[in-house]
């Protein structure tokens, strides 16, 4: 079945000449051309990827990730940003974004960022698929690699998606240390680099949800000068 994918661009001429060697490379897509039009089109669900803008009228693309983000389900986001724009790239990171490409890019550079994102994300569902065990328990922590959720004490803990893949691939390799462009190069796919502080980012907000001192945590642990790692089971 063909991938579906969603452009949320508000520059018409762009988001047709995307759409159209998109559709040539055998994707179905849909366009929106407004952030709010595009949250509504991106909620009725059903797609693969979303190739989003980060400056949209109506709503912007950060705050758009960030409501993507914050919903169950996931969708991977493929943000488009200017060269000046820095600092939006690494909050956009930050708050869920999977790649980013800066204008103005090449149509082939986006066609083999698609490709390496889909490449990536089949990974890491192939790798969650084959765990031996779907739950998987460190102490009062509960996590169900099939629900997508986690418990702490008998109570739900609401992660956001990326947050629980960092939890789940940290329990599945208990003891083991991963550094930060490892996780990075596993969790959020290729063209990452020197945005080592993204994955420290999401360990701060998952400790402050499962740990009950944050700055002493009991399930994820910090190697001094290496990275960090899932305590042993």
């Not at 200017?82 to 708050?95: A, F, N, P, W, Y």
């Not at 169900?144 to 629980?164: I, Y």
């Not at 999401?202 to 499962?210: E, F, Q, S, V």
Request: proline residues 4%; glycine residues 8%; contains cysteine.
């Amino acid at each position: 079945m063909p991938k579906r994918i969603l452009i949320i661009e508000d520059n018409p001429e762009l988001a047709g000449l995307l759409a159209m060697h998109l559709r040539d490379n055998s994707y179905v897509v849909e366009v929106a051309q407004d952030g709010v039009a595009g949250l509504a089109e991106a909620e009725t669900g059903g797609f693969d990827l979303i190739v989003l803008d980060l400056m949209l009228p109506g709503l912007d693309g950060i705050e758009l990730c960030r409501r993507l983000r914050a919903k169950p389900s996931y969708v991977p986001v493929l943000m488009l940003t200017s060269k000046s724009s820095e600092l939006d790239r690494v909050l956009g990171l930050e708050i869920g974004a999977d790649d980013y490409v800066t204008k103005p890019f090449s149509i082939n550079e986006l066609l083999a960022r698609i490709k390496a994102l889909f490449r990536r994300i089949e990974q890491v569902t192939g790798e969650r698929e084959r765990a031996t065990s779907q739950v998987l328990r460190a102490d009062e922590l509960v996590i169900n690699q099939e629900k997508r959720s986690v418990l702490l004490g008998n109570k739900p803990v609401e992660l956001t998606a990326k947050e629980f893949d960092l939890l789940a691939y940290f329990a599945r390799h208990p003891g083991r240390v991963f550094t930060r462009i490892q996780l990075l190069e596993t969790l959020w796919g290729y063209g990452h680099d020197g945005y080592e502080h993204t994955v420290n980012s999401h360990i701060n907000r998952l400790r402050a949800k499962i740990e009950d001192d944050p700055a002493h945590p009991r399930y994820v642990l910090t190697v001094w000068g290496v990275g960090y790692k899932f305590r042993e089971l």
